[in-house]
Nanobody, 124 residues
Framework: QVQLVESGGGLVQAGGSLRLSCAAS????????MGWFRQAPGKEREFVAT????????SYADPVKGRFTISRDNAKNTVFLQMNSLKPEETAVYYC????WGGGGRIRTQYEYWGQGTQVTVSS
């Protein structure tokens, strides 16, 4: 079992960048597929990006392709989400999640463990 802690959120102007981190405070995530999701007020939680256990396969939601990059450092037990060219409509709580089967994925139910989220606010 793992516990996930997100960090790196904050307030940024439109067009700016943030780098989110997701660290395992308990357990190791080196064999887990990982994902990032986000939830804006009044909206469903939506998929952002995923990476498999080795880092050899990634996938992104269409709206973030070319601007966001997911990566991982298994030695540091951490997953990252680099977000560039941020838009006001991307204001949301960003969550990381862990899939014990290693593949990650685009669907929430593929993940067994979730962090508590970090707020990202993009001002116009």
């Amino acid at each position: 079992q793992v516990q996930l802690v997100e960090s790196g959120g904050g307030l940024v102007q439109a067009g700016g960048s943030l780098r989110l981190s997701c660290a395992a405070s308990r357990g190791t995530i080196s064999s887990y597929g990982m994902g990032w999701f986000r939830q804006a007020p009044g909206k469903e939680r939506e998929f952002v990006a995923t990476i498999n256990w080795s880092g050899g396969r990634t996938s992104y939601a269409d709206p973030v392709k070319g601007r966001f990059t997911i990566s991982r450092d298994n030695a540091k037990n951490t997953v990252f989400l680099q977000m560039n060219s941020l838009k006001p409509e991307e204001t949301a709580v960003y969550y990381c999640a862990a899939d014990q089967w290693g593949g990650g994925g685009r669907i929430r139910t593929q993940y067994e463990y979730w962090g508590q989220g970090t707020q990202v606010t993009v001002s116009s």
